[in-house]
């Protein structure tokens, strides 16, 4: 019972709008008794018992989550019927419903992850040959499941494989991709590679000089020694096929007009 007293005056109609307010006070507290929330404490653990830092514990009813501190623990606030779920990369998954009828406010939850993880098998990392024999070499040695059909399989006579035989003696001729792949990455490849290109500016310039001497280039151009022939060669992208076609006056005047002297 709600007694209400007033000193001095009498005010019916204020103690009447008290008394539905306090009515209201108290509907609204057995409201949020009946709502009842629940503190989850934590600890995430692997399969080994060590306890797994950064783990994802989630509340997938209302869409808010956590992650798991340096002892593994986390805590997230539920509701009866709300659904946790505990992730992280490598484990799979844990799930549980919480209970809708619980005792307490706070409880203690133990989770261990199993891992979801493929193990492979081991590879073992080598060297890449540095000669073009040594990866005949490698290759040749090279086991691979189908040996075993290879053997089956009549291979060509003697005769027939000495014209694919190296003059060295080394074995047979190992073309295509094979090939482009050791001189694409190999050091002996990138070190052809780099020789040829020298002759190759060895060779072009020879070309020019035939055509101009050294002497003009010196003192037309400027151009007194190799490195500085090959720079104006290739900024004025002079090939062999248009020193080819056309005479040594239309090549000084196209230089000319590359290098901008008069």
Partial sequence: MIKCIFVGHSYPMLSKSIFILALLLIFTTIGLKAQQYVLIKGQ?????????????AFNKTRHY??????????????????SLQVTMVGYKPYKMK?????SADTYKL????????IMLKSA???????????????FVKLKVPEEKIL?????????YRSKYANPDGTGLVIGGPITALYMAFSREGKELKKMSTIMASDRLREKLLSIISREVLEKKFALKSDQQIDDMIQNCNI??????RN??????????????RK
């Fill in 247 to 260: 005479s040594g006056y239309e090549v000084i005047r196209f230089i000319m007009r590359c290098t901008g």
């Fill in 65 to 82: 989550g956590t992650f798991t501190d340096r002892d593994g623990i986390f805590f997230l606030v539920m509701n009866p019927g709300d």
């Fill in 124 to 138: 073992e990392i080598k060297p890449y040959p540095e000669t073009y024999a040594e990866l005949k070499q490698q």
């Fill in 151 to 159: 053997d089956r399989i009549t291979l060509p006579n003697e005769i």
């Fill in 44 to 56: 995430v653990w692997d399969f080994t018992g060590e306890q797994l830092v950064g783990a994802h």
């Fill in 239 to 244: 090939t062999e096929e248009f020193l080819q």
């Fill in 98 to 102: 919480i209970p809708q009828k619980l």
């Fill in 110 to 117: 133990d989770v261990t992850l199993m891992g979801d993880t």
